[in-house]
């Protein structure tokens, strides 16, 4: 991959984040560039960033000027507030944008790379524009994610088949922000991830959109792992139901408002399908608090808001998709 950014986004988690800044370190081949998103702005992760950035000079050395003449290998980025998940990656992905990074490896600070993920990406990458590779678990099991999103009701299919067939990889119509990987040209004519999610579907989106330029793929490649611990549900020994919080609870349902926004904008809105996917989230929802989070005083309240204020999105004659990026060398 030339010029392989990998983009990280983190908040109050430094011994997660350090423990991603290990496995980096162990690469066997060596990123073009480490953008680190700090959403908290803390001086622990500024100082814990900076000495890895001594650590990959030394495990590396300096790499090819970028369009800022920088050769150090670690770029970290402090917002002034807390962007979330969706601003982090935003920012990090627009700043690896600027510096001229042509691949574009997001992760969040509760992963490790697997020694070898980048070598097992790279053979993929002759061919396809967005890539994801599989993870295990914090427990060491093989994670399964819902690589296909079913459209009309706006949910991820919980049956998709997890085999692989002949072709070696399944096509997907989604992302997932743990680990996808993608090239500059997506992020040219799709422009940035939307900031205005906060958190939640804002990969899935960024899938959505990136689907209907090329085919994205997943691939059965495990490229890195989950390091944080989750409260969760296990549905017959083949599905785990994790623990969320409130917040998320809220933008679940609160960000089905952009979902239906820029699915209108490929004629894939159908308002009473939506509705029911919408429906069929909410229950969910219901199932998560009673199975895992057991916090309906708090919860069912913050599933109702984020419902009712996605509405005001799905009404708002201003809203406007994230425009393409220009790019002069395109």
Not at 9 to 28: H, N, P
Not at 96 to 107: E, K, R, S, T
Not at 140 to 156: D, E, K, N
Request: glycine share 8%; charged share 25%.
């Amino acid at each position: 991959m030339d010029k392989l950014a990998i983009v990280v986004v983190t908040y109050k988690r430094q011994e997660l984040l350090s423990g991603l800044f290990d496995s980096i370190l162990a690469s066997s081949i060596a990123p073009w560039r480490i953008v680190v998103t700090d959403n908290e702005n803390s001086e622990d992760t500024r100082k814990l960033a900076e000495d890895f950035a001594q650590a990959v000079d030394r495990r590396w050395g300096r790499s090819a000027p970028d369009t800022e003449t920088n050769t150090r290998r670690v770029v970290y980025q402090a917002m002034t507030e807390n962007t979330g998940g969706s601003g982090g990656f935003n920012a990090g992905v627009k700043r690896a944008y600027d510096l001229g990074a042509q691949w574009f490896w997001v992760m969040d600070d509760d992963v490790a790379i697997e020694p070898d993920g980048i070598e097992k990406l790279d053979k993929w990458t002759g061919r396809h524009d967005v890539i994801q590779g599989q993870r295990h678990n914090f427990d060491g099991a093989p994670f399964y994610w819902q690589y296909h999103f079913i459209v009309p009701l706006g949910i991820p299919d919980p049956v998709a088949p997890s085999g692989f067939g002949h072709a070696g990889y399944k096509t997907m119509n989604t992302v997932c922000f743990e680990g996808g990987l993608f090239k500059r040209s997506v992020v040219r004519k799709i422009g940035l991830p939307d900031k205005r999610f906060f958190i939640y579907w804002d990969d899935t989106m960024y899938g959505y959109l990136a689907s209907k330029l090329t085919n994205p793929i997943i691939v059965p490649d495990f490229v890195m792992r989950r390091t944080r611990a989750i409260g969760n549900w296990n549905i017959a020994g083949k599905r785990k139901l994790n623990s969320t919080s409130d917040m998320n609870r809220y933008h679940i349902m609160r960000n089905r408002g952009y979902m239906a926004r820029y699915f209108m904008l490929y004629g894939d809105y159908r308002p009473v399908l939506f509705g029911l996917g919408t429906l069929l989230t909410f229950a969910k929802e219901l199932v998560r608090l009673a199975m895992v989070d057991k916090s309906f005083k708090t919860g069912v309240p913050a599933l109702i808001r984020g419902w009712w204020d996605s509405r005001a999105i799905l009404h708002d004659g201003q809203w406007r998709p994230m425009p393409p990026l220009d790019d002069k060398e395109a």
